[in-house]
């Protein structure tokens, strides 16, 4: 995910809501793959209020030959709740690669105060000022009984609960997450942590950790939303049961090519492909 504002909309505004959590980025099986397609869209659009200067060089050729990064902050869970523990074995592992290299690791637990702080803003950033616009005219017609049920619910509450004094709230803990994680990160190259807190669900069914079933699986991804930052994903292994696992690399503010670089190198070291080996139907 490029920083906000790199890849541009040209079709127009963006939809009602989406100027807060929405990126548009490419995705590809590799991350030179993700840097070619980037060279060719990055830039300033005037349907983009937000949008950034284009680059002045090729980030494809920054991928060349990627420095390894100096040091980096290894999170295995940012709010300290828990994480399948499958996922975080295969990612520290991949972290540890880097360390072999000559990277400096430094292990981190909870970053936030309070720890659901990034819950706190992204809930009714998303249900209301994101996708509740989309939902609303469904609410009463035959529609909403399509809606999965445990978004419903949650849609249902945030109608009736959340304000503009609640949005606007939410903006300003945006805020105060995007400058604690500038600290947090402050001397290091890179935050790695898991994509997942989860497993891979199976259709119609919810996340696990651990083997237990968990609505919240995908938790750890509204950070790098939220703050503003460059992300982006490297399998560093697969499940038993043949899932991919993603190792997650988040960059300071406008650092699209540190976590492309970053990326890069534990893709090299790593030499996993990432498409996931062939699971037995029976």
Known sequence: MPARGRWTRTSGPPPLGLLDLSCVGPMARR?????????????????DLRSLPAPTESWR???????????????????????????????????????AEGTEVVEAGTLFDPADLVSQAFVPMFLAGSIGSAFRPLLGTP???DVTDWLAVALEESFKSVTVDTLA???????ELSMHLGETMSGFDALLMPT???QTPVVGGNGTI???EIENWVRFTPLANLTRRPAGTVCS?????????????LGHQTDDVGV???????EDLLRLDPIAPDIDAG
């Open 260 to 266: 492309l670089q970053t990326v890069a190198v534990l």
């Open 61 to 99: 050729t920054a991928l060349d030959d990627p420095p390894l990064p100096t040091r980096v902050l290894w999170v295995p869970s940012f709010d300290g709740g828990p994480a399948d523990s499958e996922i975080v074995a295969s990612c520290a592992d991949a972290v540890e690669r880097l360390a």
């Open 196 to 198: 997942m807190a989860g």
């Open 143 to 145: 529609a909403w009984d």
């Open 31 to 47: 991350i030179r793959d993700v840097a070619y397609c980037l060279d060719a869209v990055v830039g300033p659009h005037p349907s």
């Open 169 to 175: 709230k939410a903006r300003q803990q945006c805020g």
């Open 237 to 249: 292994g697969f499940t038993a049961d043949g899932m991919p696992i993603g190792l997650s690399v």
């Open 210 to 212: 651990d083997g237990v």
